[in-house]
């Protein structure tokens, strides 16, 4: 409890809650899963990145995709994939990535059905990102690699969305069932 304490106290002035304005950094910590939760202590640093990817992704697949509840559906999936395809390109990493990823989507109680899509959808974001990158040599003989922007990533998640890269849980009679339901392709024009 210390520890996150001090992690907490160096990150209030830094601005981690500079979201709504009447938020304050502990509040957000106790919404993390136990597994995020020694994440930001273990990886302090990531935090603005993991974060900022999550509300980049939140809003825009909110704007692009109002039609839609956001739950189990097409946003849904295009909200996971463009988180994860964020984070990988923000921490230049996709085992960064994917650890945070994971820790997000250890929710006691998760249906089996939502967490299989999700985690389907999060690797999906991120391994085509990291396949989307450019490797540069550097003077020392070294290699650097160099990974989409923003927007580029918002393209590659797009394509997915449009080509049955990422998957959805099927509607049956206008019901999209997280336990029992069955993942299917998203191909959305």
């Not at 210390?2 to 709504?20: C, K, M, Q």
């Not at 697949?61 to 994860?84: E, I, K, V």
């Not at 250890?106 to 249906?111: A, E, F, K, Y």
């Given at each position: 409890?210390?520890?996150?304490?001090?992690?907490?106290?160096?990150l209030?002035?830094?601005?981690?809650?500079?979201?709504?304005?009447?938020?304050?950094?502990?509040?957000?910590?106790?919404?993390?899963?136990?597994?995020?939760?020694r994440?930001?202590?273990?990886?302090?640093?990531?935090?603005?990145?993991?974060?900022?990817?999550?509300?980049?992704?939140?809003?825009?697949?909110t704007?692009?995709?109002?039609?839609w509840?956001?739950?189990?559906?097409p946003?849904?999936?295009?909200?996971?994939?463009?988180?994860?395809g964020?984070?990988?390109?923000?921490?230049?990493?996709?085992?960064?990535?994917?650890?945070?990823?994971?820790?997000?989507e250890?929710v006691?109680?998760?249906?089996?059905?939502?967490?299989?899509?999700?985690?389907?959808?999060?690797?999906?974001?991120?391994?085509?990102?990291?396949?989307?990158?450019t490797?540069?040599?550097?003077?020392?003989?070294?290699?650097?690699?160099?990974l989409?922007?923003?927007?580029?990533?918002?393209?590659?998640?797009?394509?997915?969305?449009?080509?049955?890269?990422?998957?959805?849980?099927?509607?049956?009679?206008?019901?999209?069932?997280?336990?029992?339901?069955?993942?299917?392709?998203?191909?959305v024009?």
């Amino acid at each position: 409890m210390r520890r996150a304490l001090l992690v907490l106290a160096l990150l209030l002035p830094l601005g981690l809650a500079s979201a709504p304005a009447q938020a304050n950094p502990y509040d957000e910590y106790k919404t993390l899963t136990d597994a995020e939760k020694r994440l930001a202590l273990r990886y302090f640093w990531q935090l603005f990145d993991v974060r900022d990817a999550a509300e980049q992704a939140r809003a825009v697949s909110t704007a692009a995709f109002p039609q839609w509840a956001g739950q189990d559906d097409p946003r849904d999936a295009f909200r996971h994939g463009l988180w994860n395809g964020l984070m990988t390109s923000k921490l230049g990493a996709v085992d960064a990535a994917e650890r945070w990823a994971t820790a997000h989507e250890q929710v006691p109680g998760n249906p089996p059905v939502r967490q299989a899509m999700d985690l389907s959808n999060n690797d999906s974001g991120r391994s085509r990102v990291w396949a989307a990158r450019t490797t540069h040599s550097t003077w020392w003989g070294g290699r650097k690699n160099v990974l989409p922007d923003d927007a580029a990533v918002q393209t590659i998640i797009r394509d997915a969305l449009r080509t049955g890269g990422l998957v959805q849980i099927e509607e049956v009679a206008g019901v999209r069932d997280p336990n029992a339901g069955r993942l299917v392709p998203t191909f959305v024009p």
